[in-house]
């Protein structure tokens, strides 16, 4: 997590604001960078259980339900390169990203 956050400064160079789900991998890496670098990001937490307001979840559902449906893998990664596929296709796809953000009702 510390990585990626640390990708994302660099690339964009200002304040970044992250939505994150309460995992508590999520909730040290937040400490962390508040603590060591305060000014890189501004974090908001969704609620404790909430799924519908987090487009992640939307990107998961399409990855299982649309991209990967009745999807059997010869082995573990057979897998993972089907899955890192499917969520590289849904990055371009700027149209079913924004789906997934007025799903969870939220303005982008």
């Known amino acids: 997590m510390i990585w990626?956050?640390?990708l994302l400064h660099r690339r964009?160079?200002?304040q970044v604001v992250i939505v994150w789900d309460r995992w508590?991998?999520?909730r040290t890496?937040?400490?962390y960078f508040q603590k060591h670098h305060?000014?890189?990001f501004r974090f908001e937490f969704l609620p404790?259980?909430?799924?519908t307001l987090n487009p992640m979840e939307q990107c998961w559902n399409h990855t299982k339900y649309a991209d990967l449906p009745n999807?059997?893998?010869k082995d573990l990664e057979h897998l993972s390169k089907a899955i890192?596929?499917?969520i590289t296709k849904q990055s371009t796809d700027q149209k079913l990203l924004r789906s997934f953000f007025a799903y969870a009702k939220l303005r982008i």
């Not at 404790?48 to 799924?51: E, M, S, T």
């Open 4 to 6: 990626l956050l640390r």
């Open 71 to 73: 999807f059997i893998p």
């Open 24 to 26: 508590n991998a999520h």
């Open 12 to 14: 964009y160079r200002r």
């Open 84 to 86: 890192k596929s499917a």
């Open 38 to 40: 305060p000014t890189w």
């Open 48 to 51: 404790p259980y909430a799924p």
């Open 29 to 31: 890496t937040a400490a």
